[in-house]
């Protein structure tokens, strides 16, 4: 009889996921569906990017790369942590992995024994409590909500400061509240975590590219806990390259080297010729980038008008990402013409989808249950045909 251990039977699938894959269950039945539960740009990767990934097969880049990535695309890195972030990393501090996720769970094995807290701050990416689960810490959720638009103030953060904190792990911008913690609210995080050099903080920097607030600010460029934070980037969401999987840490190069270590072990060197295309997303014309942010931007104010407008339904405007948080609450109780009663926001993310055919996810993965997360990564089309199904299947909602 097979048996499966208990680290794999203990992992929570992750919900995005989930609904991702019932959405695309229904299409394949022929159901129009709208899938906003996916965090992906809908824009083909640029093409001077591609033309790159051609020209290093041609070039012969298709054997095993170095397990901490090639040599020019850590320089490549570095360059760019210093002309945009004013960060000061040697190559030999950064590792690049299989996306972003990847480099998380390097971090969290690198440095988590088990019993060790990691606080998390709510709403947080469903990954981060699974991940220090899987390395035997202890997830510490910090709760905020829309009043205090998803920001977890420096007072919270202190008052759940123990002596088995290990380190703290967020992002900015934030995945899935779209939230982005400015100069000011960083720096009173760090007046706090200074008084306790023991806590690495691990800063979750994916979303940099799509910040609608002027630029991106990385707690890491706080000389008092520079030497102690580990960044986390890649090429995913800013690139429109989901798919080519290329993700990066840089930090201590004590934490980076046991990275590298737990890499070499588990899938050594990311793929070569997405690494050859990183260095062209890198060093290459940012037109794409910017113009792909603007277009977040104009769909997220045409969604956040339509949305706010639908009976029941509250919506923070987010300043980076591309994920909308509506507070969905005031729906709870309510019961669909069936009878069945929507208790939660998983009840309410799975009657849109049945009834509205419109596929999004419930907060409760993202550590705020009254809430649901919906992404608009997709065409104005789509977002207006999106509120009209929403809109619908909620006025349809008895008392």
Known sequence: MVSISHRIAEITESQTLAMTKLSRELKSQGVDVINLSIGEPDFDTPINICEAATKAMKDGFTHYPPVAGFPELRTAIAQKLQRENKLAYKAESILVSNGAKHSILNVILSIINPGDEVLIPAPFWVSYPSIVEYAGGIPVIIESGPEQDFKVTADQLKSCITDKTKAILFSSPCNPSGSVLNYTELLDWVYVLKEFPDVTIISDEIYEKINYNGAHVSIASFPEVFDRTVVVNGMSKGYAMTGWRMGY?????????????IQGLMTSGANSVA?????????????????????FKQRRDLFHSLLT??????????AGAFYLLPDVSRLFGKRTIDGEIISNAEDLCMYLLMQGYVSTVSGAAFGIPNCIRLSYATSEENLKLAADRISMAISKLID
């Open 249 to 261: 840490v840089a930090g201590p190069l004590e934490i980076v080297k046991a990275c590298e270590k």
């Open 275 to 295: 690494q050859i295309a990183s260095i062209e997303a890198l060093n290459g014309p940012q037109d794409s980038v910017k113009a792909m942010a603007n277009t």
């Open 309 to 318: 407008k639908i009976p029941g339904i509250s919506c923070n405007l987010p």
